[in-house]
């Protein structure tokens, strides 16, 4: 069984909603659990994930504090992996041992739990697998930094299986379940497998939002993004041989997007041609204008004008068609200062 589920719910019906959403899309074999009274009534959360196979992602956010309630939760044969973004997350063993993770935490837990509980805007990204995947003891819970380039290459890869799952042919699936389970694993033991090919669609895709996140960085490089990630330069040039595009043909092509973006801003907020240059890391103005001409046909400077004159003319073309409907309105009314009221005569 494989499917996505994405839900935004609160008010007073949102758990029911919620509980009928998520047996429909995740199945008997990650049952939701019993949650306390105090929670059902107050229930509001956004959750997007996805079932693929025996594999189980959820990235959750609660808009109150939630606690569950029974003799237990989870399964005996699962490994979970809780990342924590925002808040506070608490789980309970069944021998009575408390574990809570703050934000940027991560939680490794396999066995059953007594309970888990969340603090109110608490944001998390949960993954389940069977417990075999990965070496852990079982009713043993452990904490480790939720920042380490282990976790971001894991949460790109979910996060690019969850839009892509439902277009995915058997051995996409394969490949996505395959390689959840080995970053789930790198994340458990503190390393990856440079030579994993399966890996390459998300250090790529980790590596795209990192360097997203320091486009203005006058230090951001392949060899940074690669120490950051903590995988050799050759790994991660590897990875994006296999998308077509140079990671640092990705950076200059962001670099001139932002660049573009900013041309386009009203003449009275924009900033120089210079300074768009110096923000987004080029070598000078002369080098910005070459390249962006190479890539939108105008230079800089005559790229702003045309956008300017572009907003222009389309400004002028609402207050003509304002205008217009003025004038047509203006029809009903017999003569400057003269209301037609039914009924009563116009008095010409």
């Given at each position: 069984m494989n499917g996505t589920f994405s839900v935004d719910l609160s008010g007073a019906h949102a758990f029911g909603d919620f509980a009928r959403l998520w047996r429909s899309r995740m199945g008997e074999a990650f049952p939701l659990a019993p949650f306390s009274r105090a929670t059902v009534a107050g229930f509001g959360a956004r959750s997007r994930g996805f079932r693929l196979r025996d594999a189980m992602f959820n990235r959750f956010e609660n808009a109150a504090a939630l606690r569950t309630v029974g003799p237990g939760v989870g399964s005996d044969d699962h490994v979970r992996l809780w990342i924590v973004h925002r808040g506070a997350w608490r789980l309970g063993e069944p021998g009575g041992a408390e574990h809570t993770a703050p934000a940027g935490r991560v939680l490794v837990q396999t066995g059953?739990?007594?309970?888990?509980?969340?603090?109110?805007?608490?944001?998390?990204?949960?993954?389940?697998?069977?417990?075999?995947?990965?070496?852990?003891?079982?009713?043993?819970?452990?904490?480790?930094?939720?920042?380490?380039?282990?976790?971001?290459?894991?949460?790109?890869?979910?996060?690019?299986?969850?839009?892509?799952?439902?277009?995915?042919?058997?051995?996409?699936?394969?490949?996505?379940?395959?390689?959840?389970?080995?970053?789930?694993?790198?994340?458990?033991?503190?390393?990856?497998?440079?030579?994993?090919?399966?890996?390459?669609?998300?250090?790529?895709?980790?590596?795209?939002?990192?360097?997203?996140?320091?486009?203005?960085?006058?230090?951001?490089?392949?060899?940074?993004?690669?120490?950051?990630?903590?995988?050799?330069?050759?790994?991660?040039?590897?990875?994006?041989?296999?998308?077509?595009?140079?990671?640092?043909?990705?950076?200059?092509?962001?670099?001139?997007?932002?660049?573009?973006?900013?041309?386009?801003?009203?003449?009275?907020?924009?900033?120089?041609?210079?300074?768009?240059?110096?923000?987004?890391?080029?070598?000078?103005?002369?080098?910005?204008?070459r390249v962006f001409r190479g890539r939108y046909g105008r230079t800089p400077t005559d790229y702003a004008a045309w956008a300017a004159a572009e907003r222009a003319e389309e400004a002028e073309g609402a207050e003509g068609a304002e205008g217009a409907e003025g004038a047509e309105g203006a029809e009903g009314i017999d003569g400057p200062g003269e209301v037609t009221v039914p009924g009563v005569p116009s008095g010409r």
């Open positions: 059953r739990l007594s309970h888990f509980a969340a603090a109110p805007r608490t944001a998390v990204r949960m993954l389940v697998l069977p417990a075999a995947e990965i070496r852990h003891g079982r009713g043993r819970t452990a904490s480790g930094p939720g920042g380490t380039a282990e976790v971001r290459l894991l949460t790109a890869h979910a996060a690019a299986v969850g839009r892509m799952l439902d277009r995915l042919g058997p051995a996409g699936l394969d490949a996505a379940r395959a390689t959840l389970a080995e970053l789930a694993r790198a994340v458990v033991l503190g390393g990856i497998d440079d030579v994993e090919p399966r890996l390459s669609p998300a250090l790529a895709q980790a590596a795209r939002e990192l360097a997203d996140r320091r486009l203005t960085d006058p230090a951001l490089s392949p060899s940074a993004v690669a120490r950051e990630l903590n995988v050799s330069v050759r790994t991660l040039q590897r990875a994006f041989a296999r998308e077509g595009q140079p990671l640092s043909a990705y950076i200059r092509d962001r670099r001139l997007e932002e660049a573009r973006r900013a041309l386009l801003a009203a003449p009275h907020r924009r900033m120089t041609v210079a300074d768009i240059a110096a923000r987004w890391q080029f070598a000078d103005s002369g080098h910005f204008a």
